[in-house]
């Protein structure tokens, strides 16, 4: 797409204020989205050719979404709802959920394919780049404070959550075929949870 034709297509999408938005147009376009990723790969993907798909337009995507790199993630990680610490003293059984949603989020074949260009994209766009610390943060800071943890004021996630989802993200970057598979999940909990010995608990058997 030129500059010229998304230029026109926020103009024209900047011209009709208040317009409501029709639910099955979002659907399409998040549809033709992730189908197009699948075909061409994030570089090559264009609204033009989303809108085509979608029976759409470009000025309704406009509408929607500032540009492709938000589109794309929105359309590819889709929310997760991280498990919440229920205090049960598993702590094996916790971090395990935390793990198995964070493999459900990025172990899917079109947030692959996307993940190194919208990473790249989302360091650029401060917008973008808060939503994506948003997602992964979820309600971690539960955890935090299950484990004692305390945040500092220039963290901008939660320490678990840096070191499971940026594993997965540098195992999906740097190994590209390399499976987020139940042994991953296995070995992630572990390599967490060794410091707390198996279910000790708090009366100390």
């Known amino acids: 797409m030129t500059a010229e034709s998304r230029n026109e297509g926020k103009r024209s999408a900047q011209s009709a204020p208040g317009r409501p938005r ?4 979002d659907a399409a376009i998040i ?29 309704a995507i406009y ?24 205090d049960s003293g598993d702590i094996r059984a916790e971090i ?13 074949p079109e947030v692959r394919l996307a993940l190194p260009g919208l990473i790249a994209d989302t360091v650029a766009d401060p917008e973008l780049h808060t939503l994506m610390i948003a997602r992964l943060g979820g309600n971690l800071t539960a955890f935090e ?15 678990l959550a840096e070191v499971v989802a940026g594993t997965a993200i540098f195992r999906i970057l740097i190994r ?30």
């Not at 029709?22 to 147009?25: A, E, S, T, W, Y």
């Not at 197009?36 to 993907?45: D, N, R, V």
């Not at 395990?96 to 899917?108: C, K, S």
């Not at 075929?177 to 000790?200: F, G, H, N, Y």
Request: aromatic share 6%.
């Open 22 to 25: 029709d639910g099955r147009i």
């Open 31 to 59: 549809t033709a989205t992730r189908e197009l990723i699948l075909q061409t790969g994030y570089s090559a993907l264009s609204l033009s050719a989303i809108a085509a798909r979608a029976g759409t337009t470009t000025a």
């Open 63 to 86: 509408r929607r979404w500032s540009g492709k790199a938000q589109l794309v993630h929105e359309a590819v990680l889709f929310a997760e709802s991280i498990p919440t610490p229920n």
């Open 96 to 108: 395990r959920g935390l793990v198995e949603t964070v493999r459900i989020i990025f172990d899917r």
């Open 145 to 159: 404070s299950r484990f004692g943890q305390e945040r500092r004021d220039d963290d901008y996630l939660p320490m």
């Open 176 to 205: 590209r075929d390399a499976a987020l598979d139940d042994t991953w999940v296995d070995e992630m909990t572990e390599m967490i949870t060794e410091r707390w010995p198996a279910e000790k608990t708090r009366d100390g058997n």
